[in-house]
């Protein structure tokens, strides 16, 4: 290699400035603290400090597990499938609602979901009089994405269906499908179960009396002002809706395949807008213009230049042989 080529780009630094560059700040934090999570995972054990768990949180006063629980990550498989699935998802949302939106639904959600959780341990462990009730756990991403999937399949049309792995199911039973399908492979965890619930309980309107979308302008001049600054926010104003759904190039593959649904602004998915007419099939190359020739029938060429030229010159001829003749 010469001395005055640059050196080869490095592979991982390239991936990661594609992935900051394209993905919107909520997202991009989001799954970013929970890959530092499983890394300082490997020196001290953060689920003991930020997971959700009913002895610590209640008897302990230390509430404020019930909105750290999703940014913890503990095995590296979850963080491949929170990289797959929430990533992608995660942008279109950010995009179509705005980056304030988008942060205050994942906060229901967790919030909502682990208060749920809470109680339902508590119940539990009082009809049962069993401790371990008290030292069950709610974390991970899952808890926020699970619920974020449920909204958007209450939204999709009626009849339509989605693509689990390999056989399709009706898209309104689809959260229920890839709960089963978690459960079957990583055992029965309550948190994901509750979080379903939540999903659809906040897709068909009954947890309406959360949403507090008025405030979030105010929120963006005030508190949030350092943050709006910053690269990668997406301001209200600025929010695509339906749009950043057929606007955001999809990041990979993503384990579950969506129906075009779009967001307001509003701390909560929109119903899906109307369908769009698909695009124009390109237009073949016009074939070149002239006499032609149709199929089957004489030639409508018309003669060349010389050839032109050698029958005037003939009958020129002709002509004056013709003259002196007389």
């Not at 909520?26 to 999570?37: D, G, K, L, Q």
């Not at 695009?279 to 149709?294: I, N, Q, S």
């Not at 009958?315 to 007389?326: F, I, P, T």
Request: hydrophobic content about 45%.
């Amino acid at each position: 290699m010469s001395s005055n080529e640059a050196p080869p780009p490095n592979p991982i630094l390239s991936a990661y400035e594609t992935f900051r560059n394209e993905t919107p700040l909520v997202t991009r934090y989001m799954i970013t603290i929970n890959a530092v999570s499983w890394v300082v995972g490997f020196f001290v054990d953060p689920s003991l400090a930020l997971n959700c768990i009913p002895f610590f949180t209640i008897l302990k006063f230390e509430v404020y597990r019930i909105l750290t629980s999703p940014l913890v990550c503990q095995s590296v498989l979850s963080l491949v499938f929170a990289y797959i699935s929430f990533v992608d998802h995660g942008k279109r949302l950010e995009f179509s609602m705005g980056s304030t939106a988008f942060a205050y639904l994942m906060m229901v959600l967790a919030a909502v979901t682990n208060v749920t959780f809470l109680v339902v341990c508590f119940t539990l462990n009082g009809l049962s009089g069993e401790p371990a009730y008290l030292y069950m756990q709610s974390s991970g991403i899952w808890i926020i994405l699970f619920g974020l999937i449920s909204i958007e399949c209450c939204k999709a049309p009626a009849g339509s269906k989605r693509r689990l792995f390999f056989c399709d199911v009706p898209t309104i039973y689809y959260p229920l499908g890839l709960l089963g399908l978690f459960s079957l492979f990583g055992g029965f965890q309550l948190a994901y179960t509750i979080s379903v619930g939540v999903g659809y309980a906040y897709g068909y309107g009954h947890l309406d009396f959360l949403k507090m979308d008025a405030r979030f302008k105010r929120w963006e001049d005030t508190v949030l002002s350092n943050f709006v600054q910053r690269d990668g926010w997406i301001a209200g104003s600025a929010a695509t809706g339906s749009d950043a759904w057929n606007n955001t190039g999809s990041s990979g593959f993503s384990m579950f395949q969506r129906t075009p649904s779009g967001a307001a602004a509003s701390g909560g998915l929109a119903a899906p807008g109307p369908a769009t007419a698909p695009p124009e099939a390109a237009k073949p190359a016009g074939f070149p213009k002239g006499a032609g020739r149709t199929l089957g029938g004489p030639s409508r060429r018309a003669p060349s230049a010389d050839k032109r030229a050698a029958m005037l010159e003939a009958v020129a001829k002709r002509s004056a042989a013709g003259d002196d003749n007389v």
